[in-house]
């Protein structure tokens, strides 16, 4: 059996790792070799992003409620269903701080499993707003002190590292970015893409199918101090609720979606708490969905999808990770929906909600 060869997508919240997967991933399929996906979320179920990706004719499988660096077997399992049909390439996300897949994951199958796999760079995302707090400008985006430690972590463990979203750059912006990150990351290459309007892919795709990561492991802070800081500022949120008018009527969900996602953003704010990513997928009528993003309180909500229609009942799914602890999460998300419930005089049933910080008691790897 030849090897199969494997890619760890890794990087901060919100740079667009899915998108990148995808579109690294149509552009593979388009020229005449094979990818696929695997959506990886520390939520226990509805994933938006394998959910997403299904939609744009990407073969895709979930691993959800834990993290592949702990569940080496389940993903092997996957990476062999999805290699049923051969693939050239099959690449995965990381989730939550998005550190320590380099030692956990390809160490342990460079060890174990060297003669199965073939393991592509080790590739980090990033974009250009987070970066702004580690770069000689130091920007304040309202984000904890503490989280600057993972954007260092992430680049330390990278075999390539892409600057993504260099639509929404200027060429000077992307050469001083792009300049920043080749003194940052002296040895590897760097590449600027667009995942959102799929550009700058080639020489990208190039590279992580013909190139072989280094498994460079190195000491980054991984369960330490610095680590640990960063982690319990972190709380995730999971819910999936069905909305409905209460006389049938038909309301405008795009309309709806954003009002939540603002009332949502305001107990934020009044509790001086912030959301590095929060996304939200809603199905309308006859499969019509929309899917939408906000990377911080002090940015606007980023629409990959609009819904094309009014409808009477809605599907609705919200994965966050926000900079807050759990508790004050839920309250500030149902207060969101209660403003909602008033606004559009509807009916909301929750099906499944989960939040939970990764210092709760209980939480397990």
């Known amino acids: 059996m030849s090897k199969r060869r494997f890619m760890v997508v890794s990087g901060f919240l919100g740079a667009g790792k899915t998108t990148t997967m995808l579109a690294l991933t149509r552009y593979i399929n388009n020229h005449g070799k094979r990818a696929a996906i695997i959506a990886n979320d520390l939520g226990a179920s509805n994933i938006i992003d394998a959910e997403y990706s299904s939609r744009y004719d990407v073969e895709v499988t979930p691993i959800a409620g834990t993290c592949i660096c702990y569940v080496g077997e389940v993903l092997n399992e996957c990476i062999e269903r999805l290699n049923k049909v051969p693939k050239d390439i099959v690449m995965s996300d990381i989730p939550g701080c998005g550190i320590g897949a380099l030692e956990h994951v390809y160490g342990r199958l460079d060890r174990d499993y060297k003669d199965d796999y073939t393991l592509a760079p080790f590739t980090v995302v990033t974009d250009p707003e987070r970066l702004r707090m580690i770069m000689p400008e130091q920007a304040d985006i309202n984000l904890p002190e503490e989280l600057k430690f ?12 892409v600057l993504n979203k260099i639509d929404l750059m200027t060429q000077e912006e992307i050469d001083r970015y792009m300049k920043f ?3 940052a990351c002296p040895d590897i290459p760097v590449f600027a893409i667009s995942a959102k309007e799929e550009t700058g892919l080639e020489p990208l795709v190039d590279y992580i199918l013909t190139e072989e990561s280094r ?5 980054i802070g991984y369960g330490g101090e610095e680590f640990l800081s960063a982690e319990e500022k972190m709380s995730w949120f999971n819910r999936s609720v069905y909305i409905t008018t209460k006389d049938e009527s038909e309301f405008d969900a795009n309309q709806l979606v954003d009002d939540l996602i603002d009332e949502i953003r305001d107990g934020l704010i009044a509790n001086r708490k912030n959301v590095p990513h929060l996304k939200t997928f809603a199905i309308g009528k006859e499969g019509d969905y929309g899917k939408c993003s906000l990377i911080g309180v002090d940015y606007d909500i980023l629409h990959d999808q609009r819904l094309q229609e009014k409808t009477s009942k809605l599907k609705l799914v919200i994965n966050a990770r926000a900079v807050c602890e759990s508790d004050l999460l839920i309250d500030i998300v149902d207060d969101a929906f209660e403003a909602i419930r008033d606004q559009y005089n509807v009916k909301v049933k929750t099906f499944f909600s989960e939040c939970f910080g990764m210092m709760d008691e209980g939480y397990k790897d």
């Open 181 to 183: 990150l080749k003194e």
């Open 150 to 161: 993972l954007l260092d972590a992430q680049l330390k463990e990278a075999d390539c590292v």
């Open 215 to 219: 498994v460079n492991i190195t000491d």
